[in-house]
Nanobody, 129 residues
Framework: QVQVVESGGGLVQAGGSLRLSCAAS????????MGWFRQAPGKERDFVAA??????????TYADSVKDRFTISRDNAKNTVYLQMNSLKLEDTAVYYC????????????????????WGQGTQVTVSS
């Protein structure tokens, strides 16, 4: 099993940056693909980004709405996944969730909520004008 805890959310002005962290526990962390999702008030939880499990090369995929602004990365030695968010927009305001899924899977990376097995409690990101 994997447990994940998000941190790093907060209030930021439009155009600013934030880095979210997702600390995971469990011996098999490096074999899980990791993803970030977000949920705005009254909306569904949407895919943001995903990164493949450990290996010599990490594969990544992004939602079109965040491509070229957000970067997902992971440090398996620290059991941590990051989401660097730049050029933030008002519409990026949401609760951001980290999730583990796609055990041993390299490509294609899971982009659906149903493909992820373990979820954190979320961290609020608010972008102001």
């Amino acid at each position: 099993q994997v447990q994940v805890v998000e941190s790093g959310g907060g209030l930021v002005q439009a155009g600013g940056s934030l880095r979210l962290s997702c600390a995971a526990s469990g011996r098999t962390f490096s074999r899980y693909g990791m993803g970030w999702f977000r949920q705005a008030p009254g909306k569904e939880r949407d895919f943001v980004a995903a990164i493949s499990s450990g290996g010599s090369t990490y594969y990544k995929t992004y939602a079109d709405s965040v491509k070229d602004r957000f970067t997902i990365s992971r440090d398996n030695a620290k059991n941590t996944v990051y989401l660097q968010m730049n050029s933030l927009k008002l519409e990026d305001t949401a609760v951001y969730y980290c999730a583990a899924g796609g055990f041993g899977r390299i490509w294609p990376l899971p982009r659906s909520r149903t493909e992820y097995d373990y979820w954190g409690q979320g961290t609020q990101v608010t972008v102001s004008s």
